[in-house]
């Protein structure tokens, strides 16, 4: 079965810097890639989609890479804030014809430091 | 609007009571979904209902019984339920699959705690 793996469960980084997350998947490679932002005791917020044709995605502060040879998206936050602090999900799109099927990794737990 | 709503906020519940968790969104999506999330891990699905038919059951227990009386609403009806049932339950929406990949968006959650 599909397996998700993100590297981190927490990750101190200081105010500025730029905070990069790791998310790993076993077997076949997903069709697309999602990351969400997740604070405590709310739902998880949609940032960005990679799908498996484009190596890179940008919106803003974030970038997201996918590299279906490393089985590997990575997520960047540069100039962080500390109102970035936040646990971030990736999650894999498993792609069913009823709806889209996310399978969420575990999560990283980014804390920014001013 | 592009705000999924969610009631009760919090609910707690006996293991013999039967209740229900309510499930709104006006972004005309016709996919829902339900999700069970645990302290610190990630959410986990239970149901997806596209075109207010139930597509996808993961092996939920018959305790938990999905029910999308239009395209605007999703319920989870709950009866019998067990401690270890206790957590933050998240319901999603999002534009249906075969018109390609979409984000899902995600209510604030009902926290229900099992006694």
């Known amino acids: 079965s599909q397996k998700i793996e993100q590297n981190s469960e927490a990750l101190n980084i200081q105010e500025g810097k730029t905070a990069t997350l790791t998310c790993n998947y076993t077997n076949y490679s997903p069709a697309y890639l999602q990351w969400y932002r997740q604070d405590p005791g709310r739902g998880p917020v949609f940032l960005l989609l990679?799908?498996?044709?484009?190596k890179e995605k940008r919106k803003e502060r974030l970038k997201v890479t996918f590299d279906t040879t490393l089985k590997q998206s990575l997520f960047h936050i540069t100039a962080s804030q500390p109102a970035d602090s936040a646990t971030y999900l990736c999650?894999?799109?498993?792609?069913?014809?009823?709806?889209?099927?996310?399978?969420f990794g575990g999560g990283t737990r980014l804390m920014v430091k001013p | 609007d592009t705000e999924v709503t969610q009631t009760p906020k919090h609910l707690v519940m006996g293991m013999t009571n039967k209740k229900s968790l309510k499930c709104e969104q006006h972004?005309?999506?016709?996919?829902m979904y339900w999700y069970k999330q645990k302290a610190k891990k990630p959410p986990e699905l239970m149901f997806v209902?596209?075109?207010?038919?139930?597509?996808i059951n993961e092996s939920v227990p018959s305790r938990f019984s999905p029910e999308c009386p239009n395209s605007s609403l999703l319920n989870l009806h709950l009866h019998a339920l067990q401690p270890e049932d206790s957590a933050l339950y998240l319901c999603?929406?999002?534009?249906?699959?075969?018109?390609?990949?979409?984000?899902?968006?995600f209510g604030p959650g009902t926290r229900l705690t099992v006694t």
């Open positions: 972004m005309g999506h016709r996919a």
């Open positions: 999650a894999l799109d498993m792609t069913q014809n009823a709806g889209n099927m996310l399978t």
């Open positions: 999603a929406s999002s534009r249906y699959k075969e018109e390609g990949p979409y984000e899902q968006y």
């Open positions: 990679i799908r498996e044709n484009e």
């Open positions: 209902y596209s075109y207010e038919k139930l597509s």
